[in-house]
């Protein structure tokens, strides 16, 4: 048996397979391959795992940056199974917000989720901002106020697509 890429998959999926996997776990098995071995498939390992387990992944793009910016970079419009990317939904309610002269409303949302993967939502479209009465809005920019806190700019109706 070799000690290639295909390898280190066959290794990683025994790993996923053990009760104790978790991103630290998974994290250590990464750094030991780049110690081990001349080629470390990053690439392949996070598709692999994206169709794995893509909440183990989700996790280990939290513990490590490389991982984290590799996911921002590759994000498919399409899971591996053929579903579509799943979506990041934002409840809002306007009825306290007073819009601009152009009609866009500045929404304050507060969210436990990292910005790089709010950042990869807004990129491929899947923030979705929800209003109660007027349902689903146009969401036309975003910026980070503090930590996990943002801006959302948003406008009533929907962009045709």
Request: aromatic share 8%; hydrophobic share 35%.
């Amino acid at each position: 048996m070799g000690y290639g890429p295909s390898y280190i998959i066959q290794e990683l999926d025994f790993m996923l397979t053990h009760p104790s996997c978790n991103a630290a776990v998974i994290d250590k098995f990464y750094h030991n391959c780049l110690m081990m071995y001349d080629e470390v498939p990053l690439f392949t390992m996070v598709e692999h795992m994206r169709k794995e387990n893509p909440k183990l992944l989700r996790e280990w793009s939290m513990l490590n940056t490389t991982v984290r910016s590799l996911m921002i970079d590759l994000v498919p419009e399409k899971v591996g199974d053929g579903r579509e990317l799943q979506e990041l939904n934002v409840p809002v309610d306007l009825r306290e917000i007073t819009p601009t002269q152009n009609g866009i409303y500045l929404v304050k949302w507060t969210s436990e989720i990292e910005e790089p993967i709010v950042n990869a939502h807004f990129k491929t479209k899947s923030l979705l901002v929800f209003d109660k009465l007027e349902g689903r809005l146009h969401l036309v920019g975003i910026s980070k106020v503090g930590h996990n806190q943002y801006h959302l700019y948003v406008k009533k109706g929907r962009k045709p697509q």
